[in-house]
């Protein structure tokens, strides 16, 4: 059993996070935070008083991690009824082995937690339109191919599929218009 609220204390805010990180990454972390418009619509469907946690396995090199991690934390930043912190994947190996994707260690991965430090749901490693689109074209493309096309699809969607797909784990998901 995972002892979510140790985790979380041990867990690193967006800031301290990106300021842990290498510049070669730190710089598109903070720019993609910088750049991040986060819908009314994905503020208004968290009420003020659910106190939700997204615990976010995660690492800094991460290509998906750096495309939704910062739209999270801006997210959580501009909902009283959020908050964020990080953890880095590899530094909890036991946290990661709980969430794998099939055989893999892939992230980022959110974990929702209510105000008690109960598991809600989880979300990760992509939007799942991105992740099929990932998984029928990676045996034909080369990963310099593949790669400049996730992010032109993140760039596309603004993250309003991450966000849409989190509240369904978080229970939210007749606000999202989605199935849980």
């Known amino acids: 059993m995972l002892e979510f609220k140790a985790l979380w204390d041990q867990a690193y805010s967006f800031p301290a996070y990106t300021d842990s990180s290498p510049a070669e990454h730190k710089g598109l972390w903070e720019g993609i935070h910088r750049l991040a418009r986060i819908p009314e619509w994905a503020r208004a469907v968290v009420p003020a008083d659910a106190k939700l946690k997204l615990l976010v396995l995660a690492e800094d090199w991460c290509g998906d ?37 099939g055989t893999s260690r892939s992230i980022p991965i959110v974990i929702v937690l209510d105000r008690d430090f109960r598991e809600l749901g989880h979300w990760g490693p992509r939007p799942l339109d991105l992740q099929a689109w ?26 309003e599929s991450t966000l849409r797909e989190v509240l369904v784990a978080a229970g939210l998901a007749e606000v999202t218009g989605l199935r849980a």
């Open 65 to 101: 991690a750096a495309n939704t991690v910062p739209m999270l934390a801006k997210w959580a930043e501009e909902t009283p009824g959020l908050e964020l912190r990080i953890l880095k994947r590899d530094e909890h190996p036991e946290v990661m082995d709980r969430y794998l994707t």
């Open 134 to 159: 990932v998984m029928e074209n990676k045996p034909k493309l080369q990963k310099e191919e593949l790669y400049p096309q996730v992010r032109k699809w993140y760039a596309r969607d603004r993250g």
